[in-house]
């Protein structure tokens, strides 16, 4: 089969992934699921996974390279183990993006992403940028009649990501309150899309790019903003104080301690982007009484849930697709900002 695989770290992102022929995925586990891949989302952890950023957590010394990248997978499932019994070849699926084991103490908790034994294809471990891929059952979803894997295949990390992150947010914010996306990506256009079915509250999306800024007022956004220099002043004046709830989708650039400003006194920060280091005098922490936390990935119930959401038509992908050999060239659009939303590569 077809896949592009990464060969070495780089933190210029300089190197390109090498489109190979390579032995597909084989059923070597009862509970094994393989999938032809409809769709695979391109994610700002992979312009990191390049860079070298995950290499120590996931990778050590990078005795793991090559390995096939993605783990935002949709497709169809190709091959089942002997003790898989809720999908069958032929059925299109979503796949959550980390292989748990079901049966820790965590996942009886329904927190599938600590799991203690799981694994995370496209990490250090063979995913979805490839015409097939290996999970487990434990991992997909079957989607709804008419739902196809293109349509849905980044809601498997940036969709849930962005998701939970929201179903967060909602639980802190009452009717007329005030709540600041910052970056209507991949992740805050699907953060905007749930913030106005799950809370009453009036979303400020922010945005440098004019494309970004256009579709969050698609989306429904009750004010846009440019992220200028008087940006937190002009958040302020118009929240009278501040944000209740920033969400973060950068977290790097200047962003991460820009967000935690634009709180109002008992606000709250939720930080999604990563790269950079939050600095923040202990005495803003306990005056203003702000709350500062991060939020990884989201449970199999929260893409249930947000296939749902899907199916039903209030939360959809904006996306721009990629063939996988020109799976380069998507990298290189992504990390320079030449689309507005996700981009998607389809095998």
């Known amino acids: 089969m077809k896949a592009a695989r990464l060969y070495e770290y780089d933190p210029a992102m300089n190197v390109e992934l090498k489109i190979e022929d390579v032995r597909p995925p084989m059923i070597t586990a009862p ?20 860079e070298g950023v ?7 010394e990078g005795s793991l390279l090559p390995y096939i990248m993605g783990h935002e997978n949709a497709g169809w499932v190709e091959d089942v183990g002997s003790a898989v019994t809720s999908v069958k070849p032929g059925d299109a699926v979503i796949c959550h993006p980390f292989r748990s084991c079901g049966i820790c103490l965590n996942c009886r908790y329904g927190h599938d992403m600590y799991c203690d034994h799981g694994l995370f294809p496209g990490l250090g471990l063979d995913g979805g940028f490839a015409e097939y891929f290996k999970t487990s059952e434990q ?34 914010l009452n009717p007329g309150g005030y709540v600041l996306l910052l970056g209507i990506g991949g992740l805050g256009h699907i953060a905007l899309q749930v913030l106005k079915h799950t809370s009453g509250a009036r979303v ?7 494309a970004a800024r256009q579709l969050a007022k698609e989306l429904g956004a009750d004010i846009v903003l440019d992220g200028g220099d008087n940006l937190i002043e002009e958040v ?3 929240t009278g104080g501040g944000a209740h709830v920033v ?39 306990v005056a203003r009484e702000i709350k500062i936390g991060g939020s990884l990935v989201g449970d199999y119930i929260e893409l249930v849930e947000l296939m749902e959401m899907n199916a039903d038509g209030k939360v959809k992908m904006h996306q721009t697709e990629y063939k996988l050999s020109d799976i ?14 996700r981009g998607v590569i389809v095998p």
């Open 139 to 172: 991992s997909v979803i079957k989607l709804n009649t008419g739902i196809t894997p293109l349509q849905v295949a980044p809601m498997a990390d940036a969709g849930i990501t962005a998701y939970r992150a929201a179903k967060k947010a909602a639980k802190l």
């Open 328 to 341: 380069n060239t998507a990298i290189s659009d992504f990390k320079n900002r030449k689309f507005t939303g």
């Open 247 to 285: 969400i973060d989708f950068v977290g790097e650039h200047g962003t991460e301690n820009l967000c935690w400003k634009l709180l109002r006194q008992g606000g709250e920060l939720i930080m999604i982007g990563y790269g950079g280091t939050v600095e923040i005098p202990t005495l803003e922490l």
């Open 31 to 50: 509970n094994e699921v393989i999938v032809k891949v409809g769709a695979a989302g391109l994610c700002r952890t992979d312009l990191h996974i390049i």
């Open 236 to 238: 302020a004046d118009l």
């Open 204 to 210: 400020i999306a922010v945005d440098r790019e004019p």
């Open 54 to 60: 995950w290499k120590d957590i996931m990778d050590g």
